[in-house]
């Protein structure tokens, strides 16, 4: 009889620590899982008070000419908001000398422009507004002389915080009917970083060239490259002036 209790005690003392186990190991995973969907609604949250950008580039309503128009979709404004851009070109397909004669104007033309590594220039431009309030938009006529290779665009904006907002977008040319497609977005989420304050008129230089450029990811590096390799669209020979658009609009969604 005593075996006989001495196995039944161990068989108890088994399952109960088994069931005591399982139980902690539930708990412990349900307890995970509530983390893991806390933490997924408070990102939710979080991404719905800020305000997010959407920007595609169309052919204008001027014969060859392109505009850009940058919709605010959020239901928050975003303040503050940078768009600088660049047309770019290729030497291979238009010669530096050959664009400086062409449609820069004449007290201009000794311009020290110069291909970058992969042997492209191109044609800056930037605009900064206050204010772009919700579900709205504004459209940029693009004053780039020639149709470009590809059109890089880098807007910034903040939120009522003074945090700084950012994305690359670079659009490339599809045929010659004036059709572009967005090939690069990034970064893919929304991040901040501190404002880089490109002026059309100026190269971009960083403080702490090395230190700067080891911070940047590859996509900031590359279009500061390319902006310190363009030439300000206000030196063309047709520099446009502001325009009346260049103002927010209610959005009238067509995308």
């Known amino acids: 009889m005593e075996p006989i209790l001495i196995i039944s005690n161990l068989i108890l003392v088994g399952l109960t620590g088994t069931y005591a186990w399982l139980s902690n190991k539930n708990i412990k995973q349900l307890q995970a899982e509530s983390t893991y969907y806390r933490g997924v609604v408070e990102r939710q949250l979080r991404l719905t008070a800020l305000p997010h950008l959407y920007w595609d580039l169309r052919p204008a309503e001027d014969e060859n000419k392109l505009a850009l128009e940058v919709f605010n979709i959020s239901n928050v404004p975003a303040y503050d908001v940078h768009v600088s851009l660049i047309g770019a070109y290729t030497e291979e397909g238009l010669g530096i000398a050959t664009f400086l004669r062409s449609h820069v104007q004449p007290r201009h033309r000794k311009y020290p422009l110069q291909p970058d590594k992969v042997g492209y220039y191109g044609v ?8 772009l309030p919700t ?6 006529s693009l004053p780039f002389p ?12 903040r939120e009522l915080s003074g945090d700084n907002y950012y994305q ?9 009917s004036g059709a572009y497609r967005a090939n690069i ?14 002026f059309d008129l100026e190269n971009f230089t960083l403080l702490e060239p090395e230190a700067d450029k080891a911070d940047l990811p590859y996509y900031l590096t590359d279009f500061v490259d390319l902006w310190n390799h363009s030439i300000s669209s206000r030196l063309m020979i047709d520099a446009a002036t502001p325009l009346d ?11």
């Open 135 to 140: 579900q709205q938009k504004v459209v940029l």
């Open 185 to 198: 977005l990034e970064p893919t989420e929304i991040q901040t970083m501190a404002r880089l304050h490109l």
């Open 124 to 131: 800056r431009n930037a605009l900064r507004l206050s204010l």
């Open 245 to 255: 658009e260049e103002v927010p609009t209610q959005v009238a969604y067509d995308f």
């Open 168 to 176: 690359v977008c670079c659009f490339s040319a599809i045929d010659e």
């Open 146 to 157: 020639v149709q470009p290779v590809d059109v890089y665009t880098l807007v910034q904006y």
